[in-house]
């Protein structure tokens, strides 16, 4: 299985953008999918999840801004991010896991995926 990260960039604050994760080498119904970012310095922090396609979870900090969906036919994950702040600025990672439980959604080591990092910059 491999990730693939894309969409990142350079955009003013209150901008929107849209980042998207492509799973390949096996279809990406069942897995769960989960966005995290990294400020320089600190650990991963939980973005978004979609647990097995079916239950979505967000972080508190992009609740009402930040919406996470999945094309299963594109084995495509997506998180759009509207109203983006200057503090939104970090690496973002796409992630995957077959056997993680619900429980363990917003813990990095419990996916066994990765994609490299997108870098998304809010800044005027």
């Known amino acids: 299985v491999q990730l693939q990260a894309s969409g990142g960039g350079l955009v003013q604050p209150g901008g929107s953008l849209r980042l998207a994760c492509v799973l390949s080498g096996r279809t990406s119904s069942g897995y769960t999918m989960a966005w995290f970012r990294q400020f320089p310095g600190k650990e991963r922090e939980f973005v978004a999840a979609?647990?097995?396609?079916?239950?979505?979870v967000y972080a508190d900090s992009v609740k009402g801004r930040f919406s996470i969906s999945r094309d299963n036919a594109k084995n495509t994950l997506y998180l759009q991010m509207n109203g983006l702040k200057p503090e939104d600025t970090a690496l973002y990672f796409c992630a995957a896991s077959l056997r993680l439980i619900y429980s363990s959604l917003g813990v990095p080591s419990a996916y066994e995926y990765w994609g490299q990092g997108t870098l998304v910059t809010v800044s005027s």
């Open positions: 979609s647990f097995r396609g079916t239950n979505i």
